[in-house]
């Protein structure tokens, strides 16, 4: 089956998306890069649209920095903003929690984790992701091309408390260390997984591979 069929995600259940677009962009040297002109909008448009376009209906925006510019930017998209007072200090982490908490309430299964900036991931990866978690190949996983894990990163429900408790200043790659047995990765021939724009060349890099001249 291809990577780009739609069938890919027929048979799974509810799951939900956290993308992290709270951080302040301190290594951007002044601007916000969720915010800088990407195909037809945004950085942060186009990490949302993936996601929307891979079929997931629970969609949360996790806000911080310049939340109302971040929600102009995400105008009339069909997805929800939390916002995350502790942006400052609180590092990813704190994101992280702020969607979760809020996915809680809901009847998900799992949920992504998408770094806000990261506007090359493509639908597809979302589908392979969502039906091999369908298909019990297990409770949290993620992409890996050559040797390095990147994001999106799905983790089922059971594991969200665990997320929660960990402490301030952790990362969510402690949680998958510790749990090597709940962990799987699927191979990639895209290193889209592994490109954010956190920087100025970063973020002319990705201009490049999606074929916008700049």
């Given at each position: 089956?291809?990577?780009?069929?739609?069938?890919?995600?027929?048979?799974?259940?509810?799951?939900?998306a956290v993308v992290l677009a709270a951080?302040?962009?301190?290594?951007?040297?002044?601007?916000?890069?969720?915010?800088?002109?990407?195909?037809?909008?945004?950085?942060?448009?186009?990490?949302?649209?993936?996601?929307?376009?891979?079929?997931?209906?629970?969609?949360?925006?996790?806000?911080?920095?310049?939340?109302?510019?971040?929600?102009?930017?995400?105008?009339?998209?069909?997805?929800?903003?939390?916002?995350?007072?502790?942006?400052?200090?609180?590092?990813?982490?704190?994101?992280?929690?702020?969607?979760?908490?809020?996915?809680?309430?809901?009847?998900v299964e799992a949920a992504?984790?998408?770094?806000?900036?990261?506007?090359?991931?493509?639908?597809?990866?979302?589908?392979?992701?969502?039906?091999?978690?369908?298909?019990?190949?297990?409770?949290?996983?993620?992409?890996?091309?050559?040797?390095?894990?990147?994001?999106?990163?799905?983790?089922?429900?059971?594991?969200?408390?665990?997320?929660?408790?960990?402490?301030?200043?952790?990362?969510?790659?402690?949680?998958?260390?510790?749990?090597?047995?709940?962990?799987?990765?699927?191979?990639?021939?895209?290193?889209?997984?592994?490109?954010?724009?956190?920087?100025?060349?970063?973020?002319?890099?990705?201009?490049?591979?999606?074929?916008?001249?700049?």
């Amino acid at each position: 089956m291809s990577e780009n069929s739609p069938l890919l995600a027929a048979q799974a259940g509810p799951v939900a998306a956290v993308v992290l677009a709270a951080g302040t962009s301190s290594r951007y040297r002044g601007a916000n890069k969720l915010l800088l002109p990407f195909r037809d909008g945004t950085v942060i448009r186009s990490t949302v649209q993936a996601v929307r376009n891979a079929g997931i209906v629970h969609l949360v925006v996790v806000t911080g920095h310049e939340r109302e510019r971040i929600e102009a930017a995400l105008a009339a998209l069909p997805v929800t903003f939390v916002h995350n007072p502790r942006y400052r200090e609180g590092e990813m982490l704190s994101s992280i929690k702020v969607g979760l908490a809020y996915l809680e309430g809901l009847d998900v299964e799992a949920a992504f984790i998408v770094p806000g900036d990261q506007p090359l991931l493509p639908a597809w990866l979302f589908r392979r992701i969502q039906q091999a978690f369908a298909q019990g190949c297990a409770e949290i996983i993620a992409p890996k091309f050559g040797a390095m894990r990147g994001h999106p990163v799905l983790v089922a429900r059971r594991w969200w408390p665990m997320a929660l408790a960990l402490p301030d200043g952790a990362q969510m790659r402690v949680l998958l260390q510790a749990n090597p047995q709940a962990v799987a990765h699927i191979l990639v021939n895209t290193d889209a997984v592994l490109l954010d724009v956190d920087t100025p060349e970063a973020y002319q890099q990705a201009l490049e591979r999606s074929g916008i001249a700049h």
